[in-house]
């Protein structure tokens, strides 16, 4: 029987937008969907740098309207690959046509908004899904494999980073990323909702937060291209060629999880050394596991029980093995994986669900309550005070 096509609308055409590209081909070429993917519409700003992305992805039909994009009746599903501050406005706008939506994450820039977006994706009851992609590596789904089957037993703790240093320089331009108009934080959003997500899959949600944030480089030159467009209060701002910056370069978070578990969280752009460090570590009774996205294809596991005192210790397990989540769909064992395929995992799994009319996770709700968590460590930092959730 010949399967359904899903007819793919992609908004946002830089970093995101090219990865969902490279990752609907590769759902298409490798991983066997329930459905045929048509990539209908590349949608963005600069029609000449969107012609050069469709010749070079295989987009049918280039956009720079997306209001007209989302309206149309060839269009069955919308993937949002710009940043946050657009988020709310074309997932509703899409919802009300009718669309499955995919959203890049963090969901938005409010909760307000947050919770909008979650009220009209369960009314169209369509598939809505948020792009935490991180969930979708092997080595954290293993994790969550072992933690099911009660390998690490009670959880006491989780201990979450994410490091980065790309910021460290203080002539690194003023671009969306430290205008928080625009992103509506900085290491908060861009980097901790990752942890926050990746501990609510794994260990369970947040019951309060006591945070401290911290902005290190105040001003920074404006971008070359500089025109006063894409950047809202820090543009507005800008005198001679530097504007300020108004989000947080590092955010530190000390958290109580559902169950007692104690939770030690932070994300920074200024952790000169690291360049993509997302770390999670969880300790029970019976085992704790360990995972840095800079050593994706491996999950560190602690087994309390397995050895005498004297050969205890962490131990290695390449997730590699096809019986381990999502390898069935790639290489020999021990043929490493990329960043690329936890997108390429989304995306299936998207797709699935819109075939099977089923939910799938992280959906709105999931990224609604990742917000309440950014909410709620935004207000701790700001006023210096612990808030529960
Ligand atoms: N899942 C992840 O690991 C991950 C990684 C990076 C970024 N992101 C998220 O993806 C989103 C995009 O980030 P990016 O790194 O791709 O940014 P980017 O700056 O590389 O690209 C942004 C794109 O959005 C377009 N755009 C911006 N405002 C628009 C508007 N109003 N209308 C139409 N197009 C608009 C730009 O033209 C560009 O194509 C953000 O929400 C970000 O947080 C997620």
């Given at each position: 029987m010949e399967k359904p096509t899903v007819r793919i609308a992609l908004i946002g055409y830089r970093f995101m937008g090219k990865l969902h590209s490279h990752a609907y081909n590769m759902v298409q070429q490798l991983m066997d969907p329930p459905c045929r993917i048509e990539l209908a519409v590349l949608c963005g700003r600069d029609s000449s740098a969107l012609k050069a992305a469709q010749e070079a992805w295989g987009w049918r039909e280039i956009s720079t309207d997306w209001r007209a994009v989302v309206a149309?009746?060839?269009?069955?599903a919308v993937d949002i690959a710009v940043p946050g501050n657009a988020h709310a406005e074309i997932a509703l706008a899409a919802l009300a046509k009718g669309k499955h939506v995919l959203c890049e994450k963090p969901l938005a820039n409010t909760l307000a908004d947050a919770e909008a977006m979650v009220d009209a994706a369960e009314a169209s009851g369509k598939v809505h899904m948020v792009g935490?992609?991180?969930?979708?590596a092997p080595a954290v789904q293993l994790a969550r494999r072992l933690i099911d089957e009660g390998r690490l037993g009670k959880i006491f703790q989780v201990r979450g980073t994410y490091l980065q240093d790309w910021?460290?320089?203080?002539?690194?331009p003023l671009t969306w990323r430290f205008d928080r108009s625009v992103a509506g934080s900085g290491s908060l959003g861009d980097l901790l909702t990752h942890v926050l997500d990746m501990t609510r899959f794994l260990v369970g949600d947040f019951e309060e937060v006591t945070a401290l944030s911290h902005t290190f480089v105040a001003r920074r030159p404006l971008p070359?291209?500089?025109?006063?467009?894409?950047?809202g209060h820090a543009g507005q701002a800008a005198s001679d060629s530097f504007g300020s910056v108004d989000v947080d370069d590092v955010t530190a978070v000390l958290a109580r999880l559902e169950g007692g578990v104690i939770g030690v969280f932070e994300a920074t752009r200024f952790a000169t050394g690291f360049k993509n460090a997302l770390c999670l570590e969880v300790h029970g009774d019976r085992g704790a596991i360990r995972f840095d996205l800079e050593r994706m294809n491996e999950l560190d596991y602690y087994a309390v029980?397995?050895?005498e005192p004297t050969r205890q210790g962490f131990r290695r397990i390449l997730a590699t093995h096809p019986d381990h989540p999502y390898m069935q769909y790639w290489w020999p064992e021990g043929h490493i994986v990329g960043y690329d395929v936890t997108f390429a995992h989304e995306i299936h799994d998207w797709l699935s669900a819109i075939i099977r009319s089923q939910p799938v996770s992280p959906d709105f709700t999931d990224g609604m309550r990742c917000q309440a968590v950014v909410d709620a460590i935004a207000s701790s930092a700001q006023k210096r005070v612990t808030v529960s959730l």
């Open positions: 149309r009746t060839d269009i069955d935490f992609n991180y969930r979708r910021a460290a320089d203080p002539n690194v070359a291209n500089f025109s006063g467009t894409g950047l029980e397995t050895e």
